[in-house]
T-cell receptor, first 113, second 116 residues
């Protein structure tokens, strides 16, 4: 299994600002994902972070709002841009190790005021 | 499109008893994987158990077992001898085929409360 360090663990941000979340893995991984979990809801995939190319976004999520970088096989960032209170959620990164080893970071609890 | 359904928003179980959390899925793919995760109030996602679509035996991991009924497209989680620490949200998930992205799709979740 992989160890994922996700930062920050929580933040309170003003509306209209942006927050960048970091995800560092202790081993090289091919597949890395970013999820959003709104209060009381399940996890929804935002995008798949592709190394060296643009992320693949799910329906309802756009690059301008959630830009993602993946400069190498161990690191990725997700930015939540121009935040509004509706962006208050837990954001989680996840990686795949082997055929079914999906590991999650500890999550970033974001509150937008 | 693939879909995961958990119809029990909340469940209660007495400590030391067994509990079954329901999960049904829908897919047209022959190869897929089914997962259960536990999410305590801290928010972390803890992997519990995995079942591959071609696995003939039901998966087991300690007190967790997966009741896999392929024809009925169900993958229920059974927790035996419930403990107070089992109180959490439980999510069923299905993996898309790798050639379609390999992402996990999650059900709505079931909140389990274990009573002393």
């Amino acid at each position: 299994s992989a160890v994922i360090s996700q930062k920050p663990s929580r933040d309170i941000c003003q509306r209209g600002t942006s927050l960048t979340i970091q995800c560092q893995v202790d081993s090289q991984v091919t597949m890395m994902f970013w999820y959003r979990q709104q209060p009381g809801q399940s996890l929804t995939l935002i995008a798949t972070a592709n190394q060296g190319s643009e992320a693949t976004y799910e329906s309802g999520f756009v690059i301008d709002k959630f830009p993602i970088s993946r400069p190498n096989l161990t690191f990725s960032t997700l930015t939540v841009s121009n935040m509004s209170p509706e962006d208050s959620s837990i954001y989680l990164c996840s990686v795949l190790i082997g055929t079914y080893g999906y590991t999650f970071g500890s999550g970033t609890r974001l509150t937008v005021v | 499109a693939q879909k995961i359904t958990q119809t029990q928003p909340g469940m209660f179980v007495q400590e030391k008893e067994a509990v079954t959390l329901d999960c049904t899925y829908d897919t047209s793919d022959q190869s897929y994987g089914l997962f259960w995760y536990k999410q305590p109030s801290s928010g972390e996602m803890i992997f519990l158990i995995y079942q591959g679509s071609y696995d003939e035996q039901n998966a087991t991991e300690g007190r967790y077992s997966l009741n896999f009924q392929k024809a009925r497209k169900s993958a229920n989680l059974v927790i035996s001898a419930s403990q107070l620490g089992d109180s959490a949200m439980y999510f069923c998930a299905m993996r898309e085929p790798y050639n379609q992205g390999g992402k996990l799709i999650f059900g709505q979740g079931t909140e389990l409360s274990v009573k002393p």
